[in-house]
């Protein structure tokens, strides 16, 4: 078993967790780049169309952590 999460750990699990993020899975993701690479990562109407299960409103979020965050995909 790992140490248990630090206050600021703690905090951000939290904040993922508000935006709604935790609610996508792996396939969610494999999706969401895909439909990025074919319709450019700013036309949100297209990619949700792609999405299952998701509304324009939660890709449009996710897209905005998405842009935040995409370097630590690479452990940057």
């Known amino acids: 078993v790992g140490d248990p999460l630090t206050a600021e750990e703690l905090e951000e699990k939290e904040r993922l967790l508000e935006d709604g993020s935790s609610s996508w899975s792996r396939r969610d ?21 792609e999405m299952e299960g998701k509304t324009e409103e939660e890709v449009e979020r996710y897209a905005k952590v998405f842009k935040d965050r995409y370097k630590e995909l690479n452990g940057e």
């Open 29 to 49: 993701f494999n999706t969401f780049i895909r439909a990025c690479e074919k319709y450019g990562r700013n036309d949100i109407k297209s990619i949700a169309s």
